[in-house]
C-alpha cells in the first residue's frame, strides 16, 4: 500500500501536469523547513520546481494573486526566484528552482553571515518597489480573531500597541522602506543574491525588519549588536541612530511574532 507522503506526492504531480506541462517522469520530494506550509522540489528532466502548498491560511493577513504579482517584480529585479503558477484556490505556488549555496548552521562567531544579512537587509531596504504599506495594527487585529479567546491582558496590549504605533508612524517616514520582515539565513541564496520568501514583504519600517531578522535567525544580544553595527556602517547611518530606531520597534516586533504564533498554533518562544 502506497505510504501517506506518496499519495500526497502523486496528487502534487497530477495538479501541476497541466500548468506546468510535466512529463510522466516528474518527481517531486518533500523539502524541511517552513513553520506552516509545506515545500517540495520538482524535478522533470532538466526542470526544477519549487512547489509551495500553503496551509493555516485563515490565520494569516497574505493576499497570495498580490504576492504572486510581487515576487514577480522582484525576480525582474534579480532579488527573487521567478514565480511560475498559482492555482484558481490560491492553495498551491511554483516558483523556479534556485540553488541555494549556503551554510546550514549560523555560527555564533561567524560575523561573514550576519555581514551577510546586513547586507541582503541593505539591498532590499534600497529597492524601489511599488507595493502596499504594511498595516501592523490589521495585522494584530486578523491574528487575534483567529483566536477562540484571547486573553484580555493580550487585546488590552493590541489596543495600547495600535495607538503607539499610529503615534509614531508619522515621525519616521524616512525610515519607511520595502522590507522583507522573514529574513532567516536559510532565505539567502548565495552567491546569485536571490533571496526566498517574499510572504511578509511590504513598505515598512527598516529598524522593525532588522529586528524581525534578528528574531527569526534565534540572535543573541552579541549576535543582534553585530548585525545593527553591521548594518549602521553599510548605511552610513550613526549607531545611536540605529539603536534608537531599533527600541521604538521592539514591542511592535515582540507583539506581532507572540500573535503570529498564537494565529497558527505554534509555542512561542519569546
Known amino acids: 500500500m502506497k505510504s501517506e507522503s506518496l499519495v500526497q506526492n502523486n496528487k502534487l504531480i497530477n495538479l501541476l501536469k497541466a ?55 522582484l525576480s525582474n529585479n534579480g532579488l527573487a526566484p521567478k514565480p511560475i503558477y498559482l492555482s484558481s484556490d490560491t492553495g498551491i505556488y511554483v516558483e523556479e528552482w534556485v540553488q541555494q549555496h549556503r551554510s546550514h548552521m549560523l555560527l555564533i562567531s561567524d560575523e561573514r553571515h550576519i555581514n551577510s544579512l546586513a547586507s541582503a537587509l541593505t539591498r532590499i531596504h534600497r529597492s524601489k518597489v511599488e507595493t502596499k504599506s504594511l498595516d501592523l495594527p490589521a495585522d494584530w487585529l486578523q491574528y487575534l480573531t483567529a483566536l477562540e479567546s484571547p486573553s484580555r491582558s493580550l487585546v488590552e496590549e493590541v489596543t495600547k500597541q495600535t495607538q503607539q504605533w499610529i503615534t509614531k508612524l508619522g515621525s519616521a517616514s524616512h525610515d519607511q522602506v520595502f522590507c522583507h520582515n522573514d529574513l532567516v539565513w536559510a532565505h539567502l541564496c548565495v552567491p546569485n543574491n536571490i533571496i526566498l520568501d517574499w510572504e511578509y514583504a511590504g513598505i515598512g519600517n527598516r529598524y522593525f525588519d532588522i529586528l524581525s531578522c534578528a528574531k527569526v535567525n534565534g540572535f543573541n544580544t552579541q549576535q543582534c549588536d553585530l548585525l545593527l553595527t553591521a548594518y549602521a556602517t553599510q548605511n552610513n547611518i550613526p549607531m545611536n541612530e540605529v539603536n534608537e530606531g531599533c527600541l521604538q520597534q521592539t514591542s511592535f516586533v515582540e507583539l506581532t511574532y507572540q500573535l503570529w504564533h498564537h494565529a497558527v498554533g505554534i509555542t512561542c518562544k519569546i
Open 19 to 73: 500548468p506546468l506541462g510535466l512529463s510522466d517522469s516528474a518527481i517531486v520530494s518533500p523539502l524541511s523547513g517552513g513553520s506552516i506550509n509545506r515545500s517540495y522540489y520538482l524535478n522533470d528532466a532538466s526542470n526544477e520546481f519549487m512547489v509551495k502548498e500553503f496551509q493555516g491560511e485563515n490565520s494569516l493577513c497574505i493576499d497570495r494573486q498580490e504576492r504572486f504579482n510581487l515576487q514577480l517584480t
